[in-house]
């Protein structure tokens, strides 16, 4: 069970926060400083949010069994029609709003903190723990802790797929997103919110 929801919350993180505004965020950082400093501030933001994540979900998975399983088919179900809604929208003033508002957070921590080292940790931090906030990824990783009642494989497998995704952002972003379309990825996203949530809902009726 514990190798299961390691693997099935990676897989589910992975998905959701690829075409996500944070993955847009690292990578017009990525483009100011160095991709190994941005890595490490977006890392330890993603460490802070996703403890609180499941810290949260923890406390949610002492309600009874069959209310943590309502409440977790429902959030799949939240996730599933809000990525089908967003990838069936053209996301491009999205997308520039998401560089727009990072490269804006960027600036401003560039002329208030010393040091170049880090200053590019220090803004990366910053920028994506203020984005990871009520995030779509945030929200699924509390839900998969309360459905699976299993704290650290739930924060290894989201904390992995976050860090996955941040260093695809600024190692290999703007050629990942010009090969495979956002709707793309936000479908099969939908499609594992979905899968989940029936799931989820057949053990609750079986």
């Known amino acids: 069970m514990e190798l299961s929801a390691l693997l099935i919350t990676f897989g589910t993180i992975f998905l959701v926060e690829l075409p996500d505004k944070t993955f847009l965020a690292t990578l017009v950082l990525s483009t100011r400083y160095r991709p190994l400093l941005v890595w490490l501030g977006v890392g330890l933001a993603f460490t802070v949010q996703t403890g609180v994540a499941v810290l949260l979900g923890r406390a949610v998975s002492f309600l009874p069994d069959d209310l943590v399983r309502g409440l977790a088919a429902v959030m799949f179900l939240v996730g599933a029609?809000?990525?089908a809604r967003e990838a069936r929208q053209a996301r491009a003033d999205q997308a520039d709003q998401a560089d727009d508002e990072a490269a804006e957070g960027a600036e401003i921590l560039e002329r208030a903190a010393p040091g170049t080292g880090w200053r590019a940790v220090l803004a990366s931090f910053l920028v994506l723990f203020a984005a990871e906030w009520g995030d779509l990824s945030q929200l699924?990783?509390?839900?998969?802790?309360?459905r699976f009642d299993a704290v650290l494989p739930v924060f290894v497998g989201a904390l992995a797929a976050l860090l996955t995704v941040s260093a695809l952002a600024v190692l290999v972003g703007r050629?990942?997103?010009r090969r495979v379309p956002v709707h793309v990825l936000m479908w099969g996203g939908a499609t594992v919110c979905l899968?989940?949530?029936s799931l989820t809902a057949y053990e609750l009726l079986a």
């Open 195 to 197: 899968a989940l949530a």
């Open 81 to 83: 029609a809000l990525l």
């Open 175 to 177: 050629a990942l997103t």
């Open 140 to 146: 699924l990783t509390i839900t998969l802790v309360a």
